[in-house]
């Protein structure tokens, strides 16, 4: 489907990157093909040159991969995307694209743990700075930019503390100061949160979670809004070489027909059972962007088409409490990652987070007790029962703590 801008996003979902293929073909083949034929010596060259468009080697592009890339790209909103060979692929193809010695970035204290690791160890050895600030505080943001800073990296909802920063006001910030505004949308998704529509310059997600929806990709795409910034990336994409192949690009394309409606479903669910939680006379603390509870539940209104299928939860009880649930739970698997169609639970401190360190953690208030859920598609009442079942093993485990220590 060319012209993607008038229908509703459950049909770009369906028709978005689909082509004629041979054959009538109704989903795009998988061209698994290393490399293409050239039809003549002068043909191969004039592609090279740049001169005639057409297919080359996959790690250049691949006609399957351009497919799924072009599909992200409508549903975000954007003019290109760039399929990676995972998230973090992604996040330091950005950063290798938009920074160089001498630069500096200001990032989101609460990222996915490997992102800070990536600024602070490689992007360091490279000369690139980072300042890590609370960017849901517009304040620190506007203290944090320096004349040298080239970016500005938000993750927002933050993973896993789910703190939400206002993409437009930062965007506004950032712009003031020439900086560009880079957005990791992978807690949301394309079907409840478009950055480029409200001020950013990049969006990146990482395909593996909600946009393949089905836990058996890896993979990461980054999405621009002009064709310079496309060219500059894909010559940088091109010379680090982290692609993502044709056949996870199928799977991707195939999971993006049902994001719309698993959103939905991951939404309502994570509705009900955080709204179950917090009345749990177990959970210490809760966030969820669609409690009134949250702090930044009103810019979550205004930024959100829905609160997303990710909870984090504190119990009474600390650490332990929480790795007693993680090792009673029966129908959530105790695996990192998240967007699947099968409910997760993990512990960010001692797994995801673990890599980042201690003070870097508790400085993006990762706490030891924090306990995060991906809620899945399975039928709410089973996924409360299983909940139920395992906070009934820390509730009486807890009962019997305090009777001990009476
Ligand atoms: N950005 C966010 C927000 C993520 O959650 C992840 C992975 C990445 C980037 C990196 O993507 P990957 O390279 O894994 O495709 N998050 C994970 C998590 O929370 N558990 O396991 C992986």
């Not at 034929?37 to 297919?55: D, I, R, V």
């Not at 970035?105 to 609460?110: D, I």
């Not at 990762?366 to 079942?389: F, P």
Request: with cysteine; hydrophobic share 40%; charged share 20%.
């Amino acid at each position: 489907m060319k012209n993607h801008s008038k229908v509703g996003f459950e049909t770009k979902c369906v028709h978005s990157g689909i082509d004629e293929y041979e054959y009538g073909s109704v989903v795009p083949p998988i061209y698994q093909t290393s490399t293409f034929k050239f039809k003549s010596a002068q043909h191969g060259a004039s592609l090279f040159a740049g001169e005639e468009k057409g297919y080359i080697y996959t790690r250049m592009l691949n006609p399957t991969v351009q497919a799924m890339e072009d599909a992200i790209a409508a549903l975000e909103g954007g003019h290109k995307a760039l399929g990676c060979g995972s998230g973090m692929a992604a996040v330091h193809t950005i950063f290798a694209a938009l920074t160089q010695a001498g630069d500096h970035v200001v990032c989101s204290s609460a990222v996915y743990g490997p992102t800070t690791t990536l600024l602070n160890t490689i992007m360091k050895k490279f000369g690139v700075e980072t300042t890590f600030v609370d960017t849901s505080n517009l304040d620190e943001v506007k203290k944090a930019i320096k004349p040298n800073t080239k970016v500005v990296y938000v993750e927002t909802p933050g993973n896993p503390t789910l703190c939400i920063s206002d993409l437009e006001e930062v965007s506004k910030i950032a712009h003031k100061a020439n900086v560009k505004v880079v957005v990791d949308n992978t807690f949301m998704s394309p079907a409840l949160q478009n950055p480029l529509a409200l001020g950013a310059d990049v969006v990146m997600h990482s395909l593996t979670k909600f946009l393949n929806g089905h836990a058996d990709v890896v993979g990461g795409i980054v999405v621009v809004k002009d064709e310079e910034t496309y060219q500059h990336f894909r010559k940088t994409l091109n010379q680090t070489g982290g692609v993502i192949d044709p056949f996870n690009s199928f799977l991707v394309h195939r999971g993006l027909k049902t994001l719309a409606i698993r959103m939905d479903k991951h939404c309502e669910s994570a509705q009900t059972i955080a709204e179950w939680l917090e009345k749990h006379p177990m959970i210490d603390s809760i966030r969820f962007p669609g409690l009134k509870s949250h702090p930044d539940y009103q810019i979550g209104l205004k930024q959100h088409k829905g609160p997303g299928g990710m909870i984090t939860i504190e119990l009474k009880g600390g650490l332990e409490a929480g790795r007693l649930m993680m090792n009673s739970v029966k129908l959530f698997q105790l695996a990192v990652s998240l967007g699947g169609v099968e409910s997760l639970i993990q512990h960010p401190a001692s797994m995801t987070h673990f890599s980042m360190g201690k003070e870097a953690r508790l400085a993006g208030g990762i706490t030891d007790g924090l306990v995060r859920i991906s809620v899945g598609i399975e039928n709410v009442k089973d996924l409360i029962a299983d909940l139920e079942q395992a906070l009934k093993k820390v509730e009486e485990a807890h009962l019997k703590d305090v009777e001990v220590h009476v």
